[in-house]
């Protein structure tokens, strides 16, 4: 007979909230913002930072972090060169 699995929600949200798991994610974001260094076309290094944030998935709030290019033109940079992407894959993280 096949074991029979039951989710429990709120233990799963509990566990995504633990110091552990946090520090985790945290290292992550942190290792994506060491590898995502860019420069502007005029030679200027693009800061790159870290921020925590709470993200909501069916209506539960999980603890994440958001990497961003910190710079006027971040988001164009990101779009033609996707120096956040390649830095994201290159700390073995899957990117949708």
Same mark, same amino acid.
């Given at each position: 007979? $096949? &074991? ?7 233990? =799963? %949200? /509990?566990? =995504?909230?633990?110091?552990? #798991?946090?520090? &985790?994610? $945290?290292? %992550? ?5 060491? !590898?995502? @260094?860019? +420069? +502007? ?8 930072? #870290?921020?925590?944030?709470?993200? *909501?998935?069916? @209506?539960?709030? !999980?603890?994440?972090?958001? #990497? *961003? =290019? &910190?710079?006027?033109? @971040? /988001? ?7 120096? =956040?992407?390649?830095?994201? *894959?290159? %700390? @073995?993280?899957? #990117?949708?």
């Amino acid at each position: 007979m $096949a &074991a029979r699995i039951t989710w429990d929600s709120a233990a =799963l %949200a /509990a566990m =995504l909230h633990q110091s552990g #798991v946090v520090s &985790a994610t $945290a290292a %992550a974001a942190d290792g994506v913002a060491a !590898r995502a @260094g860019h +420069t +502007t076309s005029s030679g200027t290094e693009i800061p790159v930072t #870290v921020s925590p944030i709470e993200l *909501r998935v069916s @209506g539960r709030a !999980r603890p994440a972090f958001a #990497v *961003r =290019l &910190a710079h006027p033109a @971040g /988001a164009a940079v990101e779009a033609k060169h996707g120096p =956040l992407h390649k830095a994201a *894959r290159a %700390a @073995g993280l899957r #990117v949708k």
